[in-house]
């Protein structure tokens, strides 16, 4: 907090011409005050109750330099303000607990990453995993022929009993391997279904 001025040279000089007058009457203190601050070396200081003493002895003295005058290329003296040194224990304690939050932060970001995602090729097991499911695929759609396939079949070797022509024959076997495809196709959807575990 300020509590005195740096005073500059303007104020050394009105000072001095004050102090010069012989019809000024300023108390001895004052006046030795005065004399130590003007002949100190830059920056010398002028504190705020020497200023108000010298505001009134100039209103004493009907004087016609004002105080704001004097102090006019003055400015106010902020001392530093020397922070206590920190404490080593809760410098350490910070700094771990810094640590461990960064630690954290790391591991949260870091949650969802695996390292064997990471590379190109992948692992035996991506490929394992791989081939079970092309195989899987492969194994459907061949059930899925071979089924529409015999039930072309059945249908036009059973249809002979009821039709003679062939293209009778034809289009009943059609019928209904078109009929055992679409109930095929159904249960599979509903089984993929199943397995990804929409309901």
């Known amino acids: 907090m300020a509590s005195s001025f740096v005073i500059g040279t303007k104020f050394r000089e009105r000072l001095n011409d004050l102090l010069g007058q012989s019809n000024l009457a300023v108390p001895p203190e004052l006046r030795e005050e005065l004399r130590n601050i003007v002949e100190k070396e830059e920056p010398s200081t002028l504190t705020f109750?020497?200023?108000?003493?010298?505001?009134?002895?100039?209103?004493e003295n009907g004087h016609p330099v004002f105080l704001h005058d004097l102090l006019e290329d003055s400015i106010l003296f902020l001392p530093q303000v020397e922070m206590p040194p920190r404490n080593p224990?809760?410098?350490?304690r910070l700094e771990k607990i810094k640590a461990k939050l960064a630690n954290e932060e790391y591991n949260r970001i870091t949650r969802n990453v695996n390292a064997q995602e990471i590379n190109r090729h992948g692992t035996l097991a991506d490929f394992g995993r791989e081939v079970r499911s092309a195989k899987a695929v492969v194994v459907t759609v061949f059930n899925f022929l071979v089924t529409v396939a015999a039930t072309f079949?059945?249908?036009?070797?059973?249809?002979?009993?009821?039709?003679t022509e062939t293209a009778a024959r034809v289009i009943a076997a059609v019928i209904a391997a078109s009929v055992v495809g679409?109930?095929?196709?159904?249960?599979?959807?509903?089984?993929m279904e199943g397995e990804l575990g929409e309901p």
């Open 182 to 191: 679409l109930a095929e196709l159904y249960v599979l959807v509903r089984t």
């Open 153 to 163: 079949a059945c249908s036009y070797m059973g249809s002979q009993y009821l039709f």
């Open 49 to 59: 109750r020497t200023a108000r003493t010298i505001h009134k002895c100039l209103q």
């Open 89 to 92: 224990e809760l410098v350490a």
